[in-house]
């Protein structure tokens, strides 16, 4: 079992930059395909980003694509969301998880929220306008 603890929300202006850490527990994060999603209220969570166990496979929901960035370093078992160009719409409480399958396949596949089994406790990000 892996826990997971998500660091970096906070208060932003529009336009402003943000970077989010998971740090993972136990000997397994590497072998974890490792996913971002967000929930805002009164919204279903929201699949945001992913990247595979070596971290040379990522991908990203239609609305971040170009603006954050996903990475991980297996050596410190941390993934992490770099955010830019933040924009209001983005304000939501971010949560990382840890993929069932270890399958790298389409977004079919790692996109739904049910596919991951392991997830933090979430942390806030909130960008004013």
């Known amino acids: 079992q892996v826990q997971l603890v998500e660091s970096g929300g906070g208060l932003v202006q529009a336009g402003g930059s943000l970077r989010l850490s998971c740090a993972a527990s136990g000997r397994t994060f590497s072998s974890k395909i490792m996913g971002w999603f967000r929930q805002a209220p009164g919204k279903e969570r929201e699949f945001v980003a992913v990247v595979s166990q070596d971290g040379n496979s990522t991908d990203y929901a239609y609305s971040v694509k170009g603006r954050f960035i996903i990475s991980r370093d297996n050596a410190k078992n941390t993934a992490y969301l770099q955010m830019s160009s933040l924009t209001p719409e983005d304000t939501a409480v971010y949560y990382c998880?840890?993929?069932?399958?270890?399958?790298?396949?389409?977004?079919?596949?790692?996109?739904?929220?049910?596919?991951?089994?392991?997830w933090g406790q979430g942390t806030q990000v909130t960008v004013s306008s």
């Open positions: 998880a840890t993929k069932r399958n270890p399958l790298f396949r389409g977004s079919y596949d790692y996109a739904p929220a049910r596919a991951y089994d392991n």
